[in-house]
């Protein structure tokens, strides 16, 4: 028999009150907790806390606090990454965000979804699904990217957007759900 572990890494239904979900997230809570009580006026030991919750980061690490996520482990980070005030990452799936990102003031990137039934809801079952960001992706304040979406390089999501699809190299999105306003160049 598969454990709900087993069952959550391999994209399928699991029960997110089982032990040992519960005790991964435990875990990045603490972290969370830790990086979060680390004063503004010490950016260095905030970049050594964010350090040891992400699974791999790049030069130039710049995460504000508040931060928090489900296991962090599942976050991947490329070089130049910026995040502002109060991100959540909810990486259960595999998060990968490329090389020179910026993410604006309360944004949310989630690979958890539950299911649409009461029945399922009930049984505290989730479904993970991963999120990829490209390269220089800017995200204005209070983005949402639900769960498998994958985001191209050089696209710019506006405030307050909902991503709940993939969006090309090259584009500007906005809106609740988000869509395709132009394209942008790359210079």
């Given at each position: 028999m598969r454990s709900e572990l087993d069952k959550l890494e391999a994209g399928d239904w699991y029960c997110f009150s089982d032990a040992e979900v519960a005790a991964r997230k435990a875990r990045a809570a603490k972290l969370c907790q830790e990086f979060n009580a680390i004063p503004a006026t010490e950016p260095k030991k905030q970049t050594t806390k964010i350090q040891?919750?992400?699974?791999?980061?790049?030069?130039?690490?710049?995460?504000?606090?508040?931060?928090?996520?489900d296991y962090g482990k599942n976050i991947h980070v490329g070089q130049n990454f910026l995040s502002n005030y109060n991100l959540?990452?909810?990486?259960?799936?595999?998060?990968?965000?490329?090389?020179?990102?910026?993410?604006?003031?309360?944004?949310?990137?989630?690979?958890?979804?539950?299911?649409?039934?009461?029945?399922?809801?009930?049984?505290?079952?989730?479904?993970?699904q991963p999120v990829t960001i490209g390269n220089d992706v800017w995200f204005g304040g209070s983005v949402t990217v639900l769960p498998g979406v994958t985001i191209g390089n050089n696209v710019v999501i506006a405030a307050g957007a909902v991503?709940?699809?993939?969006?090309?190299?090259?584009?500007?999105?906005?809106g609740v759900p988000a869509k395709a306003i132009r394209k942008l160049t790359q210079n």
């Open positions: 040891e919750i992400f699974g791999s980061y790049g030069d130039n690490l710049s995460v504000q606090a508040n931060f928090n996520c959540t990452i909810l990486d259960m799936a595999p998060v990968k965000i490329g090389n020179n990102v910026m993410i604006g003031p309360n944004c949310g990137i989630y690979t958890v979804n539950h299911p649409m039934n009461p029945a399922g809801r009930r049984q505290y079952l989730a479904q993970a991503v709940t699809k993939d969006v090309p190299d090259n584009t500007l999105v906005a």
